[in-house]
């Protein structure tokens, strides 16, 4: 069992910075492909980035390409999303998840409750 905790997100204007961090329990953390998700008020969930387990392999959403960085630090549970050059499209509830990877939230067996990240024009 792996259970997660996002923090990090906050209101912030268009052009700014946020770092969105997963805290994970369990000692099991590390056997997992993580990835971050996001859902707007009334759209599908929607896949923003994913990490391998030991983090040699990345993969984005387009509109996150060269804005958004995963990383994750095993020896500390805990995942990270640094949010650069922020929209207002970027608004929504981010969620961390842990589970094969990939794109599909069907691929993801833990998620968190979310963190809301509100981005201002």
């Known amino acids: 069992q792996v259970q997660l905790v996002e923090s990090g997100g906050g209101l912030v204007q268009a052009g700014g910075s946020l770092r969105l961090s997963c805290a994970a329990s369990g000692r099991t953390f590390s056997s997992y492909d993580m990835g971050w998700f996001r859902q707007a008020p009334g759209k599908e969930r929607e896949f923003v980035a994913t990490?391998?387990?030991?983090?040699?392999?990345?993969s984005y959403v387009d509109s996150a390409k060269g804005r958004f960085t995963i990383s994750r630090d095993n020896t500390k549970n805990t995942g990270y999303l640094q949010m650069n050059s922020l929209k207002p499209e970027d608004t929504a509830v981010y969620y961390c998840?842990?589970?094969?990877?990939?794109?599909?939230?069907?691929?993801?067996?833990?998620w968190g409750q979310g963190t809301q990240v509100t981005v201002s024009s």
């Open positions: 990490i391998s387990i030991r983090g040699g392999r990345t």
């Open positions: 998840a842990a589970g094969r990877g990939g794109w599909s939230t069907a691929n993801y067996d833990y």
